[in-house]
């Protein structure tokens, strides 16, 4: 990993450790961590951005999402798999570029499905996708497809205490 420190103020560079404490869906004591909103960008044929939130799990180094195979982040995916997710941390606001492809293996099907599940939305991994009684009024009629986002270049910015501004590169 690489890191280049953007504070013009002389704070030191953020660790990305940072960003890796505060992602997970649970925090270090296991307990639920401080909801949050995460947005999904993606392009469009035509070059402009298209942004969404989406229900979006950090797990294993990696973010997943779901999306409806006809909306519109899907099909710019399908075209285009370059996307950006952001989200406000606690005490960092995140920005992570990165190349999000569909997961079609059963097993991580039913690990995220229970990874969601466990986070209060009953998905149920079916027919190489993800169902449930319902999901976002934007998410499209089921079944969902589960998209894995692996990061390539996040950049923090620090909310709080000790401040900064910080790009990483894996």
């Avoid at 070059?47 to 229900?55: D, L, Q």
């Avoid at 982040?73 to 005490?91: E, G, M, T, Y």
């Avoid at 995140?94 to 569909?102: D, M, N, R, S, W």
């Amino acid at each position: 990993m690489q890191q280049k420190n953007l504070d013009r103020y002389g704070s030191d560079p953020i660790p990305w450790s940072r960003a890796l404490d505060q992602l997970p869906a649970k925090d270090a004591t296991g307990e639920d961590a401080t909801p949050r909103t995460t947005w999904l960008s993606t392009v469009r044929p035509e070059g402009k951005p298209h942004t969404t939130g989406v229900g979006a799990l950090w797990v294993e180094d990696r973010f997943y999402f779901t999306s409806s195979p006809n909306t519109q982040k899907s099909r710019n995916l399908a075209r285009n798999p370059n996307c950006v997710i952001s989200v406000a941390l606690p005490d960092l606001d995140l920005v992570v570029e990165g190349i999000a492809t569909k997961v079609t293996d059963e097993a991580t099907l039913e690990r995220l499905a229970k990874a969601y599940a466990d986070q209060g939305w009953p998905a149920t991994a079916k027919d190489g996708a993800l169902t449930a009684e319902y999901s976002a009024p934007s998410a499209g009629p089921p079944p969902w497809d589960l998209y894995e986002m692996i990061p390539k270049t996040p950049f923090g910015v620090a909310a709080k205490l000790p401040y900064g501004a910080t790009r990483w590169s894996f």
